[in-house]
T-cell receptor, first 113, second 113 residues
């Protein structure tokens, strides 16, 4: 089955700096990669996703890049703000029958004011 | 559209008891997945239901079971509760099985004493 790993497990950045969170996956058939943000005491919320036919996707201050050859994908947050502090989960799935979304263990991002 | 809802939000039980958690998906969504979230373990997949049928199952003991009703609402049941079952139980809904973005509910916080 699919295995998703996130590195590092914690990340601390200064407000205004950029943050990059990396994930690797094992199943080369995986073709959909969502990112979720979970603030303390709240539900995970989808913030951006990418499909395997695209190499990069941007939405304001966040972007995701995908390298299918190396089987890794990354979340990039520019101009970080204190409200970006949260746990970020990456996930991967092959969108076919009997497939399931596999999550990484999450990265805690702290943005220092 | 109303989001995914879960009831109850908090539960306290003692070892050996059983518990039933409920999840109402977004209107029109027919797939419901369940996850267990504990510190350090991230989001562990329990099972997914689509069209009242279990489509996928994670690596949890048989004490964990679920079902889905014709209106797509889902329940999960945990029998013979153990201390280690204390966790946040999240459900997520999507339009269909295995290919669409999942949207999470607020979770049920289960504490086993």
């Amino acid at each position: 089955g699919e295995n998703v790993e996130q590195h590092p497990s914690t990340l601390s950045v200064q407000e205004g700096d950029s943050a990059v969170i990396k994930c690797t996956y094992s199943d080369s058939a995986s073709n959909y990669f969502p990112w979720y943000k979970q603030e303390l005491g709240k539900r995970p919320q989808l913030i951006i996703d990418i499909r395997s036919n695209v190499g990069e996707k941007k939405d304001q201050r966040i972007a995701v890049t995908l390298n299918k050859t190396a089987k890794h994908f990354s979340l990039h947050i520019t101009e970080t703000q204190p409200e970006d502090s949260a746990v970020y989960f990456c996930a991967a799935i092959y969108t076919g029958a009997n497939s399931k979304l596999t999550f990484g263990k999450g990265i805690t991002l702290s943005v220092r004011p | 559209k109303a989001g995914v809802t879960q009831t109850p939000r908090y539960l306290i039980k003692t070892r050996g008891q059983q518990v039933t958690l409920s999840c109402s998906p977004i209107s029109g969504h027919r797939s419901v997945s369940w996850y267990q979230q504990t510190p350090g373990q991230g989001l562990q997949f329990l099972f997914e239901y689509f069209s009242e049928t279990q489509r996928n199952k994670g690596n949890f003991p048989g004490r964990f079971s679920g079902r889905q009703f014709s209106n797509s609402r889902s329940e999960m049941n945990v029998s013979t509760l153990e201390l280690g079952d204390s966790a946040l139980y999240l459900c997520a809904s999507s339009l269909a099985h295995g290919r669409d973005t999942q949207y999470f509910g607020p979770g049920t916080r289960l504490t086993v004493l």
